[in-house]
């Protein structure tokens, strides 16, 4: 399989999988989610779907465990939106990237105002 045909899958089902999460999913345990990204393995068998939740430690636990839930119905969703010889199994993942982006942007403007006082 190409890496080509692996990223136009990924890219078609993070923009599924937010479409079933937003409009679908009726679990008053889901947050405020967003996907950041998918990456579909060579061979169009596995995906790894990494989520941004909005929240404390309570809510991301929560959202994932309902995602987590909901696992299968997001599968057969996406088996019927996309044509596919075979549906990836899936596997969400929490991203910490945004948090930790937000960490350093708050490093950066306490330094900056350290250095502006000076």
Same mark, same amino acid.
């Given at each position: 399989?190409?890496?080509?045909?692996?990223?136009?899958?990924?890219?078609?089902?993070?923009?599924?999988?937010?479409?079933?999460?937003?409009?679908?999913?009726?679990?008053?345990?889901?947050? &405020? *989610?967003? *996907?950041?990204? *998918?990456?579909?393995?060579?061979?169009?068998?596995d995906a790894k779907i990494y989520v941004s939740v909005y929240g404390d430690q309570k809510n991301i636990d929560d959202t994932m465990e309902a995602l987590q839930s909901a696992l299968g119905f997001?599968?057969?969703?996406?088996?019927?939106?996309?044509?596919?010889?075979? *549906?990836?199994?899936?596997? &969400?993942?929490?991203?910490?990237?945004?948090?930790?982006?937000?960490?350093?942007?708050?490093?950066?403007?306490?330094?900056?105002?350290?250095?502006?006082?000076?």
């Amino acid at each position: 399989m190409s890496q080509q045909r692996a990223r136009r899958v990924s890219e078609e089902m993070k923009k599924e999988v937010s479409a079933i999460i937003r409009e679908d999913l009726k679990d008053p345990r889901l947050g &405020f *989610v967003t *996907v950041t990204s *998918v990456v579909v393995s060579n061979d169009l068998s596995d995906a790894k779907i990494y989520v941004s939740v909005y929240g404390d430690q309570k809510n991301i636990d929560d959202t994932m465990e309902a995602l987590q839930s909901a696992l299968g119905f997001i599968r057969r969703e996406i088996g019927s939106r996309i044509r596919l010889r075979i *549906v990836p199994e899936i596997r &969400f993942y929490y991203d910490e990237s945004m948090e930790h982006g937000a960490h350093i942007n708050q490093l950066l403007e306490k330094l900056k105002g350290e250095n502006s006082g000076e």
